[in-house]
């Protein structure tokens, strides 16, 4: 599975967009990019995942770049409680094989 | 509410007891997996299940076993413990094709004294 860079930590201002960067670079064709976030050490969340195409659901949208290189999570409009550690990982087979935590981002929300 | 359901929620121990994690989950997936968190650290694999019948070694397997019971519950064994296993532990489940992908339990905080 391709590696992943995330930056340690961001601010974000509430009611602002939070964008969330992720390098991938290694990503190969198959490989799913997925984001999660943990919320002061409870279970890891899941929020949303793509192959190629950009996604958007209730929570966030997924801004993969057409070379599959990077992406992008956005989260419209960050509340306080948006403040969490957001993970970027890629994995090959969607739904049966192990996910791989990086550090991840720490996101803080500031009103 | 359908999800994965760890017990217990917090456990401390004597080094070098025994004690069994256990996980179970209800929305019919078919693999299973444990995790541990150390404190600054992201989650490390111990154990995984890809299917009923199946286990496999992850990162971090040394000092634990598992048992996947049924395609519903999977537990993970400390046989004797030490403070280098004080951890929160999470178990989570997945399957192909399954919108909101993997499923987390909301973790087992275990502390070895």
């Known amino acids: 599975d391709a590696k992943t860079t995330q930056p340690t930590s961001m601010d974000c201002a509430e009611g602002r967009a939070a964008n969330l960067p992720c390098n991938h670079s290694?990503?190969?064709?198959?490989?799913?990019v997925y984001w999660y976030r943990q919320i002061h050490s409870q279970g890891p969340q899941y929020i949303i995942h793509g192959l190629k195409n950009n996604e958007t659901n209730e929570m966030a949208s997924l801004i993969i770049t057409e070379d599959r290189k990077s992406s992008t999570l956005i989260l419209p409009h960050a509340t306080l409680r948006d403040t969490a550690v957001y993970y970027c990982?890629?994995?090959?087979?969607?739904?049966?094989?192990?996910?791989?935590f990086g550090k991840g981002t720490r996101l803080s929300v500031i009103a | 509410n359908a999800g994965v359901t760890q017990t217990p929620k917090f456990q401390v121990l004597k080094t070098g007891q025994s004690m069994t994690l256990q996980c179970a989950q209800d929305?019919?997936?078919?693999?299973m997996y444990w995790y541990r968190q150390d404190p600054g650290m992201g989650l490390r694999l111990i154990y995984y299940s890809a299917s009923e019948g199946t286990t496999d070694k992850g990162e971090v397997p040394n000092g634990y076993n598992v048992s996947r019971l049924n395609k519903r519950e999977f537990s993970l064994r400390l046989e004797s413990a030490a403070p280098s296993q004080t951890s929160v532990y999470f178990c989570?489940?997945?399957?192909?094709?399954?919108?909101?992908?993997?499923?987390f339990g909301s973790g087992t905080r275990l502390t070895v004294v």
């Open positions: 290694t990503i190969s064709g198959n490989e799913y």
């Open positions: 989570a489940s997945s399957s192909p094709g399954r919108v909101y992908g993997y499923t």
């Open positions: 929305m019919n997936h078919n693999s």
């Open positions: 990982i890629v994995i090959r087979n969607s739904g049966n094989t192990p996910l791989v």
